[in-house]
Every structure is written in C-alpha cells, then in structure tokens.
C-alpha cells in the first residue's frame, strides 16, 4: 500500500481452439529473461502450436523487459581483457557492479525489495485476474521453474497445471560468482 505501481507487459496469442481451456503462461529463465523475446525467438513454433489447448501469454516479469520500470542495470559487468582472472577479482568486479546497479534503481526511488520470487508468484494472481481467469497452466524453464513452483505454493487454487523444463528447486537458484569463476576456470583450462 502506497508504493510505486508497476506494470506488466505480455503477449497474448489468442487461442485456435473452439473450446479453449485455461490460459498458459510462459515463465521465462533467468532471472531477468524475457517472456516475450523468448516467444520471438526460436520457441515461437511452440507458442503457436500450443494455441490449440488455451491462450498462451508471453509474460515479462517485473523488472523485465517491456514491464515498467525494467531494472536493467545501466553499467556493465566486464572482466578485464589484460590480466588474469582470480576468483577472488572476479568477486569484487562483480560484488562492485551489483552494488552500483542497486544504488542507481534506489536513487530512482525504485524499492528494491519488491522485486523477488514471492511477489512475481502474486503477479501471476493479478494476471489470471486481467484475464478473467479463475486458473492458469504455468509452462516454464530454469528461474521459470522455481517461480512456478513459488506460485503453486503460494496460490495452488489458481494453478491448474504446470509444465517445468529444466527444473531450479525452491531453494536451488543460487547463482553465486564462484560458480561463474569455477566455469571460467574449466573453460580456461580446456583453452590452454
């Protein structure tokens, strides 16, 4: 109450059935990919064919892509090109450009705390709500996983089914930097 209203950005493909069922959104990965660009890109075939069971939503979530405000960050995270990479470097280049990105969005008054799983999972009430419908099939990938399984929790009266690809547990979507420095150093190796 009394906070900054956000607003979601979805595409909705109509359904081709004469009796559709519920409608199915599509939960992007990430955190932070885009519903929309995915249904654009090489998926699209697969948004289309699964207009025969109901609509199917491309959904941006909050603080993605075309939802207002998108959070993306202004600066870039870039490791240097002329000395080499330490866990420990990598860290605070990263550590560094977090806490710069979250300095921009609290300047702008953005409230930082109401962007996480467990409001994105009541987000999917007010959309099935937009759309006048009583349940919704979730159909999801990577951090898409995780947000469908929050919102089973939260809401299971409003989730019909859910369709899960490449499944983050509820306490699995850590993306730490020394899983990035354990992969650049895997990469370094085969290089060498």
């Not at 009796?19 to 932070?32: E, F, T």
Request: with cysteine; proline share 6%; net charge neutral.
């Amino acid at each position: 109450p009394g906070s900054r209203t956000i607003e979601l950005a979805l595409v909705r493909f109509r359904s081709t059935s004469l009796n559709p069922g519920r409608p199915i959104v599509y939960l992007a990965g990430g955190p932070g990919g885009s519903g929309i660009v995915t249904a654009r890109g090489s998926r699209f075939p697969l948004f289309m064919a699964m207009r025969a069971l109901g609509d199917v939503i491309a959904l941006e979530q909050r603080g993605v892509g075309q939802s207002e405000p998108n959070l993306e960050c202004p600066q870039t995270y870039t490791l240097p090109l002329d000395r080499a990479m330490t866990r420990d470097l990598e860290s605070k280049l990263m550590a560094d450009s977090v806490r710069a990105c979250a300095e921009y969005w609290r300047r702008q008054g953005v409230d930082l705390a109401a962007y996480n799983t467990e409001e994105n999972a009541d987000d999917l009430v007010s959309v099935a709500d937009a759309l006048g419908a009583p349940k919704l099939r979730l159909w999801s990938i990577s951090y898409g996983t995780h947000l469908a399984l929050a919102t089973i929790r939260r809401h299971p009266e409003r989730i019909d089914r859910a369709i899960l690809a490449g499944i983050e547990g509820p306490d699995q979507t850590l993306k730490l930097p020394s899983n990035t420095g354990g992969l650049l150093e895997r990469v370094g190796s085969l290089a060498a």
